[in-house]
């Protein structure tokens, strides 16, 4: 019916432009037509994130097409002419942008320009999602042979495990501050594949970049990552005190990396106490000085703090920094070396010294009895745990009252137990405080799938008391291998009738756990309140062994308070993580607590407030997507629980020593 009516206007148009017509006729003619040619029913047929397709209704034989970001059509107009169909698509849009559209018919004839505007349709451009999980870490290389070189690296990786590739196509690297220097990287069909691309071309020392990964034109994505620092020549020092006086110096064991400096430059050592300017000591550095790129500089005062400096033939600094010597030792402190036996020093009837200091060096733990007999109050500790270690062939074990029981400063390698507490009949025991400072400690890590932790409790025959008021790792590394079994606490056997196995505080603060299977396991039945703390801490590779759980106290209904705070865990396979006692009830607050999913993590007996204060990381997030470098032993050269830059977690969770 509409083209009939289109005909009839055309019709008597034409009549009368035949009979001759005046001005006024001319303009009726014109605007009749225009209405005529004016499209309608303007729609979309598809939106995308860069294009829209527009399709209408409309009797021309040429239309125009108009939009703008204004819906006054007023500023930024674009157009698409001669379109001799109803449809066109509209290209180069910006994503997520609302554009306006309007289209206009053009005169079959050429009588008039073009028709009215048809009413304008407003559509908004869809929004790309951003490429997931892009990772950067960078990496510093130093090549002295034939001549010095530094290389900046910085791997980049992106997407998600077992999804449709990201086609990304090339990398552009922007400095902080100077986008002039941006610089763009092509991204190689092997590189797509592998999600990953590796940059060493053309790479500033310090500079902050932000890495945006793009498809063909679109930018899809981007993260930032800080390269190392160009090297420069650094000197450390490790402090110890000196028995070789009377009373005890100190003295500091220094080492250099020279980089591009010649060793045969290196004239002296010059150390000045803080907040002096005479030097206080300097020492010629000689031949084989310099072939052990090291010195020992003693005679040093104790408890103070000195700007040690390595002096250029020249005069000029090589490298600087400050360090501190150990303070004074208490009146009556037992100074054990390598070749004393230790077991003695520490279970010796009627000691009264509470502090042992080792010498650095090896030593070794070793008895013909069951175990080394700490029976007052003991602080083991040395001037570093990096220089100090002790070889435990035995475990210690206290059966007295004692305020105290502390280890610091000390690394520590296992054979079984650390602490057992079950080594025989009518063994009461009532300790205040155990704990581990700024230690190493290794428990069993050579292989053994034997049950393994820091503590081992347990009832025997005749014990009517056992109690442990704090149970505390703190500033500590601690790590097993993947088949043992426990990690702190193993209380191995449930309470009998008028027994109690108390421990009235766990806690783990600012300290890194690997390659344990369980955390704490205590079997108590006793109504025994209890607070567990952990702060600032990363646990790595827990559940080694099948079907494990990560703390379990669920023969106890004592109230139980858990505060955990900025920490992480990995699951190395599916467990339960919290077994607690039903007949219980808890408090606590947790925040900043994340659990990355090796297997899938549950729960029994768990409040569904404690639960969902959890952050459970699914299966896709892996250990290697978090941690820049995970492995089971935290020691080992290359080994690092930094943040990596990702989308799952904060940079600042977990041990602060990582980042």
């Known amino acids: 019916m509409k083209r009939k009516i289109l005909h009839i206007a055309f019709a008597a148009l034409a009549a009368l432009s035949i009979m001759g017509c005046t001005d006024a006729d001319k303009e009726l003619y014109r605007v009749d037509l225009a209405q005529q040619l004016r499209p309608t029913g303007l729609r979309t047929t598809f939106i995308g994130a860069e294009s829209v397709t527009l399709a209408w209704t409309g009797h021309s034989s040429s239309y125009t097409v108009e939009y703008s970001v204004s819906s006054d059509f007023d500023v930024d107009v674009e157009s698409v002419t001669q379109l001799s169909e109803p449809s066109c698509t509209v290209g180069d849009l910006l994503e997520g942008t609302y554009y306006y559209f309007r289209v206009k018919g053009i005169s079959p004839n050429g009588s008039v320009e073009s028709s009215e505007f048809g009413q304008a349709l407003s559509v908004r451009t869809l929004t790309t999602p951003p490429i997931p999980n892009i990772q950067a870490s960078a990496t510093m290389t130093y090549t002295d042979t034939p001549e010095w070189s530094v290389t900046h690296t910085i791997a980049l990786s992106w997407g998600m495990p077992d999804v449709e590739l990201e086609q990304v196509s090339s990398v552009t690297l922007t400095p902080a501050g100077n986008p002039a220097g941006a610089l763009t990287y092509p991204v190689t069909t092997s590189e797509r594949n592998a999600q990953a691309k590796t940059i060493k071309r053309d790479l500033a020392g310090s500079t902050t970049y932000t890495a945006t990964l793009y498809v063909g034109t679109k930018a899809r994505g981007t993260c930032q990552v800080t390269t190392k620092a160009d090297p420069i020549p650094t000197l450390t020092a490790w402090a110890d005190l000196d028995f ?25 050592v010059r150390v000045t106490k803080q907040g002096e300017s005479t030097p206080f000591k300097s020492q010629d550095i ?21 700007l040690v400096e390595l002096i250029h033939t020249d005069a000029t600094v090589i490298a600087s920094m400050t360090a501190s010597t150990p303070g004074r030792l208490p009146a009556g402190t037992i100074v054990v070396n390598t070749t004393d036996n230790l077991a003695a020093a520490i279970s010796a009837a009627g000691r009264t010294a509470e502090m042992v200091y080792l010498m650095s060096g090896t030593h070794t733990l070793t008895t013909t009895d069951a175990a080394v007999l700490i029976s007052s109050g003991l602080v083991l500790t040395s001037a570093d745990p990096a220089h100090t270690t002790v070889r435990m062939a035995k475990p210690f074990s206290c059966y007295s009252t004692v305020a105290k029981i502390e280890f610091s400063n000390i690394t520590f390698i296992t054979s079984g137990y ?19 400072d700024n230690c190493v400690i290794g428990v069993d890590p050579t292989g053994s799938t034997a049950s393994r932790s820091l503590m081992v409790t347990g009832w025997v025959s005749g014990m009517t008391k056992a109690r442990v ?191």
């Open 244 to 268: 070789d006086t009377t009373p005890e110096s100190a003295m500091f064991n220094l080492t250099w990396e020279l980089y591009y400096v010649d060793p045969a430059n290196i004239a002296s």
């Open 286 to 306: 000689t031949p084989s000085d310099r072939t052990a790129e090291g010195t020992l500089v003693k005679g040093l005062a104790t408890g103070t703090t000195y």
């Open 418 to 436: 650390f602490f057992q507490q079950t080594a025989g009949a009518s063994n009461n025991y009532n300790i205040e405080l155990v704990k581990w």
């Open 469 to 659: 008021g704090t149970l505390w790792l703190h500033n500590s590394k601690l790590y097993s291998n993947t088949a043992v079994s426990y990690g702190v606490l193993y209380h191995s056997t449930a309470n009998t009738a008028g027994f109690q196995c108390e421990v009235n505080n766990f806690k783990v603060t600012g300290s890194t756990i690997s390659g344990v299977s369980r955390l704490i396991d205590w079997r108590t039945v006793a109504n025994l309140p209890y607070t567990f703390t952990m702060e600032n801490s990363t646990l790595y590779s827990l559940m080694n062994t099948a079907a494990a759980t990560v703390v379990s106290t669920s023969g106890n209904p004592g109230a139980g308070t858990y505060n955990i705070s900025n920490s992480i865990w990995h699951m190395a396979s599916a467990g339960v993580l919290l077994n607690l006692n039903r007949n219980a009830s808890y408090s606590g607050t947790i925040s900043g607590f994340y659990v990355i999913q090796g297997g899938a993590a549950t729960f029994t007996n768990t409040p569904q407030a404690i639960q969902e204060s959890i952050t459970l990381l699914n299966t896709a997030a892996r250990a290697t997507d978090i941690f820049l470098s995970p492995g089971i032993d935290p020691t080992a050269p290359g080994t690092s629980f930094q943040i990596k830059q990702n989308i799952y977690v904060p940079l600042t969770v977990g041990d602060p020593r990582w980042n």
